[in-house]
């Protein structure tokens, strides 16, 4: 059996990329994600690893772009408007096809905003984010231990689909620490003969690019893209249902908020309401299958955000009108307590509007 060690989440996903087989990593230091830059410029030099600390997020992401392209592993992180930043060279790793992994803990904001924990960046994570029809795999855990099991994930991820992963995480996860424990990835390396690595073994060189000035051939790509999306959606949705097989009421979060729903589900239960709970593990693609099936059980659903309603867009489209939707969120770096989400869940069984 593994051995346990207390660790806070930030550092946690940095051993975890490790254990990946991640062995270059690039970044900008940036409120509060700062420790697993700080992690990572220990460990890498330790394991024959590539560490550097770049001028800015534009300048790190576009070194993420070169390593890719070369068939590393490799990884960044940032906090959200570090991740803003970083947009156009993730379309571009996106257009490429090139895996990677992209951590985001989010701050509040907009603009500078705050260093507290939000939720308000998931827009940015599950439509795109930057300029064109592109996707990331959006993963987002709701504990130190899970901030682990999906970093390994995002890297198989991304190397299956040679698209970015980006693992979305908010300031309360990443400075919290949990007992956690590391077990080898699994996985075997899967071949990149696509990779610029020279043309050692091979006549013909790879070109790796997101240029395509023929309409044509563009659209040819982006019909591509949408086929290898659709992929995923087959293959990679994951969620976690909760005491869904009688709920009148099911809620709906993820990341911490999961964490706070979660009690006040259980609350709610030891008074006799039926509540259950749909926590999306993958934000993209997004539980709406799920979703759907569970609109035909329940009665109402309270979606529960660190933000003034963003995945609520998510919810409602999957429940396509068929039972009503709350919203019940708070932002800016705020967050609900158990006592706030429970008495929300006590006026929707009353009949009262959440708010």
Same mark, same amino acid.
């Given at each position: ?18 254990? +990946? ?52 592993r ?13 947009m ?7 257009? @490429?096809?090139l895996?990677?992994?992209i951590?985001?803990?989010m ?100 070109i ?20 290898k ?12 249902e ?7 009421l ?10 706070i ?7 709610a239960r ?27 059980? +329940? ?16 919810? *409602?489209? @999957? ?10 969120? *708070? ?22 509007? +959440?708010?």
């Amino acid at each position: 059996m593994a051995e346990k060690i207390l660790m806070k989440g930030n550092e946690a996903i940095g051993e975890a990329a490790i254990v +990946a087989g991640c062995r270059h990593y690039f970044g900008y230091p940036i409120t509060p994600q700062t420790e697993l830059t700080e992690y990572m410029s220990k460990r890498m030099p330790q394991i024959n690893g590539v560490f550097l600390q770049a001028e800015s997020e534009v300048a790190a992401i576009n070194m993420v772009y070169g390593a890719a392209g070369a068939g590393a592993r490799v990884m960044t992180s940032s906090s959200s408007p570090g991740i803003s930043l970083k947009m156009e060279g993730i379309s571009y790793i996106a257009g @490429a096809e090139l895996p990677c992994v992209i951590v985001n803990i989010m701050r509040g904001g907009p603009g500078l905003g705050g260093i507290q924990p939000a939720q308000s960046d998931y827009f940015q994570a599950t439509k795109g984010g930057g300029h064109g029809d592109y996707r990331n795999i959006v993963l987002a855990p709701n504990s130190v231990q899970e901030m682990v099991d999906t970093t390994i994930l995002a890297f198989d991820l991304a190397d299956i689909y040679r698209n970015p992963v980006m693992l979305l995480g908010d300031g309360a996860l990443g400075q919290m620490m949990e007992p956690v424990e590391f077990s080898p990835s699994d996985a075997k390396p899967i071949p990149k003969p696509w990779a610029a690595t020279g043309l050692r073994g091979r006549s013909e060189p790879n070109i790796v690019n997101s240029l395509h000035l023929q309409p044509e051939k563009l659209e040819l790509h982006n019909i591509h893209l949408q086929q290898k999306y659709a992929e995923i959606t087959a293959n990679e949705v994951r969620y976690e249902e909760l005491y869904t097989e009688d709920a009148e009421l099911v809620l709906i979060a993820y990341g911490i908020t999961s964490r706070i729903a979660r009690s006040s589900m259980e609350k709610a239960r030891s008074e006799g309401m039926k509540v259950g709970m749909l926590r999306p593990i993958t934000l993209w693609p997004f539980p709406e299958k799920p979703l759907a099936a569970l609109a035909g059980k +329940a009665a109402a659903f309270l979606t529960l955000e660190l933000s003034t309603g963003q995945m609520i867009e998510d919810v *409602r489209l @999957a429940v396509n009108g068929a039972k009503p939707v709350h919203f019940y969120g *708070r932002s800016g770096g705020m967050i609900p307590s158990t006592k706030a989400v429970y008495e929300q869940i006590v006026n929707i069984f009353k009949g009262k509007e +959440a708010r």
